[in-house]
């Protein structure tokens, strides 16, 4: 059962922009935090955007200025505008959820989504 799905990942040229989406089947009540995290060639997973349930927004310094992190909660959707790409974004980019229920915490990844910014 997948409880998070991203789509709009592909191919852009450098300078160029696309919109990340997550479907969100949570309950989006119990959510403490949603969020996009990537993960480089090479590289560790890193955030780029994590918005808390009160809904201050923290990015990544590589993303500040350039990408922005919305939801619509009635259509439990989460995204993830990217503008002014640039070939270090290329990456898989992950959609992620922090959930509470009776007490505990629960975390949930999607099963990521290629973006590829080319030269």
């Known amino acids: 059962q997948k409880q998070l799905v991203e789509s709009g990942g592909g191919l852009v040229q450098a300078g160029g922009s696309l919109t990340l989406s997550c479907t969100v089947y949570?309950?989006?009540?119990?959510?403490?935090?949603m969020g996009w995290y990537r993960q480089r060639p090479g590289k560790q997973r890193e955030l780029v955007a994590v918005?808390?349930?009160?809904?201050?927004?923290t990015y990544a310094d590589s993303a500040k200025g350039r990408f922005a992190l919305s939801r619509d909660v009635n259509k439990a959707m989460v995204y993830l505008q990217m503008n002014s790409l640039k070939p270090e974004d290329t990456a898989i980019y992950y959609c992620?959820?922090?959930?509470?229920?009776?007490?505990?915490?629960?975390?949930?990844w999607g099963q990521g989504t290629q973006v590829t910014v080319s030269s």
């Open positions: 992620h959820a922090n959930q509470r229920v009776n007490g505990l915490e629960y975390d949930y």
């Open positions: 949570l309950s989006w009540f119990s959510l403490n935090q």
């Open positions: 918005q808390i349930s009160g809904g201050t927004t």
